[in-house]
């Protein structure tokens, strides 16, 4: 559910922001607000069209960071648009070079005619059409909530959907409707119904010849019009697009599916030609080749449920398919998700927007494919021979759409919610079986669990914006704590056991209106001691410190903060360039290590946006001062070392060994790794590291070397016990295993 709901948050922010006027910015102007992306590998020899004859040449020609989230064939011969987080740039198709920018000023519901004599774009509520030849405009009233839009081939003609919702949780409760305006004069020429029995997000597509206008709708069911008499042809019945294109000759309309599914419908007759499972639980995007012989899909990775409560791993992939046989012709790329694919308007590159998998570098970026591309020969890295480390526990839990699991301090019992109904139960991880429900539950999903010390009572954080405290033999209700005005997303005990903190995120869509908050309560009687008011944006996670005097919180406004737990009062900010990863107390509660990403949060508002600075970062916890600072080229995650005398970074596997004493760099090993997930122990003696093989390695921090692999498919969630000395993961199809780390060392040097 959080995957599905970032993914329609892409969807909804790539709606908002097709945005602004063609207006030519000045190159300087332009380069002074946002840099020059790096040049792409440009072709040493003349690349061939691409084509169903010549496919088994295309290769990976380049590769280019960038945080565009999408892209789009632009109005010149070779150009294209790409769309990062608030603004437009033009670049070269051949080499990613920036041509130039879309004027900031009009950035809502931007649309370009092909021949780049018609722009549209949202101005307040109206839609505006400016003839960029002769600057006469055209104000037309597309409804409160214009989306998509396109200009008809000709340009005589414009076409907007709009798509509302009052009640986005009932099926029917809003409308889906396109309008057609005359270009010239802004008259309305056709209201049409596009699913207007619910909301929607519609999609306009002319065919080649103006004739006929095909509306996709990601919620209800695609639809042919003719353009000249308004009048509905044909309603194709599988349901949800993400995309809808025409074949170059008209005469083959493609739909890309939320469900993964990719079909091809005979425009003339209505009928369904093929429909076929692309192997990904989502499709985003779908084109076709000049010659009309090649299909473009791109999507995400993840998974789908199964029978009998199993979870189905699905991989994402750029893929080009046979168009007529409609099967694949070639796999361009694994990735984690891709926005957009497109052709070249002169057919002889593939473009697209990519966040890959199993990198080193994991970041966002423009991928190009070409028929001239080099010929890459890889050699695989030997494998390290350790022992694969016994399953002490595995436990069949309910699918979980936000996985969250606590086990008792003995290692008995797992406490985890049921699925969607809101509840929780427990588990006995001897016998696996489930011995009771709990008496009650939330309003909404339980987002993260908490267990007391002595594993007497739990404790539950939920999307209602409560957390209950229940007894963890009997599972009877003890305490509801109320209060937060933003959904929890966080809950855990201090080392005794004597509070609860609770932590607050606001979900998209918002608009920041105000800090949100932690809070202390009474772990006995639930009722409130402190709360921590002055993050602006989703509180990650919190620790208390040994002696429970202070809470180290950090958030996605770039800050960690100190807090003093008795009154509430902030002691300290810490802050960063970017996303936090981690935050520890050191051993001796003396200092406080926070490290960063390479990301930035959407929602900063900033005068002027400055870039994101992967770091880790000492400071003095009494003073608030800044020790050390240490950039790096990735996002970082960080610990201290089991006695305090050193930290440990890992940086898309590349785990580097620091004294603190100095600040110096002691060593760094296995580089490279492909990894981007690392995480510590507690008791700063272990770490595990996430192979792209489905396992995990488990590495001794003193020995600084793995020592034990453990075999697990597609992990979401994985965490040591507060002791260290078991190891546990947990995937969203509800399997939960445990490893005992008792007995494991490090093999003689």
Known sequence: M???FHLCRGIAVFALSLCCVLTVVGRAAAEERSPLPAIARVPTKTAEPITLANVNKVGLLSEVKNAAMFLEL?????????????GIMVVDDKNLKLLREIDKDQTRGFTVSQDRSQTSWLQGTKTIIRDEKTGKTVEIDAGKRPGHAAFSPDNKLFAVGEAVTTNPRVEGSGFSVMRIFDTATGKLVHKLDAGNKGYGGVRPVFSPDGKLLAVGNRNYETRIFEVATGKQLHVFPKRMTQEIAFSPDGKTLAAAYVDGHLGLWDVESGKALHMVESG???IYSVAWNATGDLLATCGRAGGKQGPNSTFIRMPGKILLWNAKTFKVAKELMDVKWSGRVRFTRDNTRIVATVTKTRTLDDSARIAVWSTSAPVIVTTPKPKVDIPTLPIEHSVSLPPMGIPTVVVSPDGKRAFAPLNSKYEMGMWNLTTGE?????????GWQVSHVGLSPDGSTVATASLDKTAKLWDAKTGDLLATMEGHTYRLNYITYSPSGKYILTCTGKQWPYVPKGPVSARTWDAKTGKQIAEFKAHMDTIRIAKFSQDEKYVLTSSDDHTARLWEVASGKELHPFPHKSKITTIEFSPDGKTILTSSSEQRSPYMEEGVRVPAEPCMKLWDAQTGKLLIHKPHQQGVTASFNESGDQIITACRGVITYWD??????LATRREPLISTTVVFCPNGKYCVVAEPDESLELWSIADQKPIGRMAIENPYRTFFSHDGKTFYSLTRAGEFRTWSLEGVSASKK
């Open 434 to 442: 489930r011995e009771f429900v709990f008496k009650g539950k939330h």
């Open 2 to 4: 959080p995957t599905c």
């Open 74 to 86: 632009g109005p010149g011969p070779n150009e294209l648009l790409l769309y990062p987080r608030g």
């Open 280 to 282: 990904s639980p989502e």
């Open 660 to 665: 603190i004493a100095s600040g110096k760099e």
